[in-house]
Nanobody, 130 residues
Framework: QVQLVESGGGLVQAGGSLRLSCAAS????????MGWFRQAPGKEREFVAA????????YYADSVKGRFTISRDNAKNTVYLQMNSLKPEDTAVYYC???????????????????????WGKGTLVTVSS
């Protein structure tokens, strides 16, 4: 069993930065690929970034590539999402996710929208003002 708790969201001006954190509990956290997803008002949830269990491989949505960086610290059971050059269209609730069936960062990035991810956090709101 894994529990995920996100933090670090808030209000920021366009061009600014935020760092999100996802604290995980559970013995097997370090063996999971981890991902960040987001859902903007009135839109479906979409993939943002993922990282392999070791941290050696990452995968990003085209919309955030070059601006966002995902990382993890398995000793602290935490995954991070550094978000730079934020845009108003980045406004969304950001969710951390994990699933023991997904073993690579790229696999998490290409799951179908109706895939039943095993573990989700409750989300943290990011608002980017213009």
């Amino acid at each position: 069993q894994v529990q995920l708790v996100e933090s670090g969201g808030g209000l920021v001006q366009a061009g600014g930065s935020l760092r999100l954190s996802c604290a995980a509990s559970g013995r097997t956290f370090s063996s999971y690929a981890m991902g960040w997803f987001r859902q903007a008002p009135g839109k479906e949830r979409e993939f943002v970034a993922a990282i392999s269990w070791s941290g050696g491989s990452t995968y990003y949505a085209d919309s955030v590539k070059g601006r966002f960086t995902i990382s993890r610290d398995n000793a602290k059971n935490t995954v991070y999402l550094q978000m730079n050059s934020l845009k108003p269209e980045d406004t969304a609730v950001y969710y951390c996710a994990a699933d023991p069936r997904i073993t690579t960062a790229q696999a998490m990035g290409v799951i179908p929208p109706d895939y039943g991810m095993d573990y989700w956090g409750k989300g943290t709101l990011v608002t980017v003002s213009s």
